[in-house]
């Protein structure tokens, strides 16, 4: 692996095949079914976390950042906000889009703008937001009855520039800056979007949790911080047990608390919290150890509003990295 860029194409090509094989139906963590049928995949985390940044998402506009194939995102459609989710999966991104279709929700006025040339457009498709799916008591004074949604294929660090300035909530959860070689350059990206007042929310693994690739026995296989690219090669999946994807290879990055926070700060945003949990709401594996005790393990959000902004930077080469196993 030469440089950032291979490293790129080798995560690309793994999340193409996650993307084609994840919510199928023998999956264990999305629930397309329970979605179709009305449901939210957000947690009540998410949920609550957004909420204590922006208030109620319906008629404001958001942004997620590292969406696969839409699921959330479709969740924050369906609580009233005009969605773009952002993936640089092509598989992802088509399935999400297919997903919007099936589940009745509108697609790509604004994303039908961009350019063709980091990002694929979206078609000019149209659909309605089902009407029970969107009680009129959420939406704001002067917010859309139908709202918008769209998904770009682009790297998070390439962001196309008709992105800058649009947003009230920039949003990524559960999986994000370990595939994402530098901290800063991503909170860069993320903070160009935001317009003034808005919002960044960030809800991801805490870097000791992504130290750990065992609990019982422990083995510890990757960094705390430092940004180095760790190499992998395992063909399972965190949703659908038993899978042996095609394109196993991953690179992925350790980002510190203290990387992040000074990459948020660096991109001219203020942090307003940091937050470390310590139960188990997303996997309870994480918060106890096989005797029941409570663990360290824990996961951090951070909300985060621009003071000014700053543009994205770019490309920094890879090392030949160790090669270990996970994901
Ligand atoms: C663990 S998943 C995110 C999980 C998401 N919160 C969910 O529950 O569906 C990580 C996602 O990041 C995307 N991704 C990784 N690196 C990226 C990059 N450089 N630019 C854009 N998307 C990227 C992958 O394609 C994948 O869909």
Known sequence: MRNASDATIVNQKRWDALAERHGRGDDEYYDVAGFLAGGSSLTDRERAKVNAAVGDVA??????????????????????????GVDFSAVAVERARRLAAE?????????????????????????????EAQPAA???????ARPTVGFVQADVLALPSELAGRFDVVFASYGVLCWIRSAAE?????????????????IDMHPLVNMIESADPLVVDFPYAGEEPVRFDSGTSYAVAGLDAEASETVQYAHGLGEIVSAAAGAGLRVESLTEWFDEEIDPKL??????????????RRTFR????CGAGHGRSVPGPPVGSRW
């Open 287 to 300: 918060a106890r150890s096989p005797d029941g005790r409570r663990c360290s393990w824990c996961w951090s």
């Open 306 to 309: 621009p003071v000014h902004r």
């Open 59 to 84: 008629g404001l506009e958001l942004l997620h950042l590292q969406c696969h194939f839409g699921l959330d995102t479709l969740s924050w459609a369906r609580a009233g906000a005009n969605v773009t």
């Open 138 to 144: 959420q939406v704001r004074p002067g917010a859309q």
């Open 186 to 202: 991503w909170m860069a990206s993320a903070a160009a979007c935001l317009r003034p007042g808005g919002a960044l929310v960030l």
């Open 103 to 131: 589940a009745g929700l509108a697609t790509g006025v604004r994303p039908a703008t961009l350019p063709q040339t980091n990002a694929q457009a979206e078609p000019d498709a149209q659909a309605g937001l089902a009407e």
